[in-house]
């Protein structure tokens, strides 16, 4: 299961699947190393999650451990999850923070698009765009916009 689908994203994909038929075993597959995203899949019913940096061997390992009926998480998750206690504020702990919603925001930011058309975008108004933005911040221990766009920049592979 992808995260990045459409009409709706994986993670509801997953959420729907295991609705209807809870016995199934979903792998999340996505190009997202960041361990938030593999927690909030594990969380809603997904039974293994790779990135799409993983080796061919390594998603057999996944294939082969959920049809067992095991869990499993690719190295490069559980990699990054030893290296966040050593990580300072602002580093990837503050990032696993961001919620799904706070994610698409800065997704959105990072294209360019402004509150409004993020507000469009998103189907939420223009004040719920703003909240999310302060709490991005905040979640970040950033000052301002200026020092958003600098963090994504310099983070962009695990954004």
């Known amino acids: 299961m992808d995260i990045n689908m459409a009409p709706f994203s994986g993670m509801e994909a997953t959420r729907r ?24 899949m594990m969380q809603i019913g997904a039974s293994g999650y790779v990135t799409k940096n993983s080796s061919r061997e390594e998603m057999m390992e996944a294939i082969m451990e959920v049809h067992q009926g095991n869990k499993y998480v690719c190295n490069e998750i559980k990699d990054m999850l030893t290296d966040q206690t ?21 997704n959105l930011i990072k294209k360019g698009c402004s509150s409004k058309e993020i507000s469009k975008s998103l189907a939420i108004s223009l004040k719920t765009v703003e909240a999310h933005r302060h709490n991005i911040l905040k979640k970040l221990n950033l000052r301002n916009s200026a020092s958003l766009v600098n963090f ?8």
């Open 17 to 40: 699947i295991r609705e209807e038929w809870p016995q199934s075993k979903i792998i999340g597959v996505t190009m997202h190393s960041q361990p938030s995203y593999a927690r909030k």
């Open 152 to 159: 994504m920049n310099t983070r962009t592979t695990y954004i």
């Open 86 to 106: 050593t990580k300072k504020p602002g580093g990837l702990a503050s990032i696993n923070s961001l919620t799904e919603r706070e994610m698409e925001v800065i």
